[in-house]
């Protein structure tokens, strides 16, 4: 059974830092971060591939980074200079299926981790 545990989510001002994580019981090839805000869709914030190979959604590229420990099936986000646009449940997540480069859309993501809450206050 394939299980995503994600942890370190929290309340943080404005300027603040988290750090998520994410540990595996799977070790697919393509990962990634998503969130949903209240009354918003989920959105994809980070993906990485096993390789290495990342990619973020223009509204966090320069604050958030995703990383991977590859021995030990672990995930992370890294998120700096937070704003309250960040408040979010975050999700972690993972392609059930290879892909030579890892795809953005929610859909090719098979495994689903509880979620993580990030509130961010101005």
């Known amino acids: 059974q394939v299980q995503l545990v994600e942890s370190g989510g929290g309340s943080v001002q404005a300027g603040g830092s988290l750090r998520l994580s994410c540990a595996a019981t799977?070790?697919?090839?393509?990962m990634g971060w998503f969130r949903q805000a209240p009354g918003k869709a989920r959105e994809g914030v980070a993906t990485?591939?096993?390789?290495?190979?990342?990619n973020y959604a223009d509204s966090v590229k320069g604050r958030f980074t995703i990383s991977k420990d590859n021995a030990k099936n672990t995930l992370y986000l890294q998120m700096n200079s937070l704003t309250p646009e960040d408040t979010a449940i975050y999700y972690c997540a993972a392609a059930s299926r290879l892909w030579a480069e890892c795809p953005q859309g929610m859909s090719a993501y098979g495994y689903w981790g509880q979620g993580t809450q990030v509130t961010v206050s101005s």
């Open positions: 990485i591939h096993r390789i290495g190979t990342t």
């Open positions: 799977y070790a697919g090839n393509c």
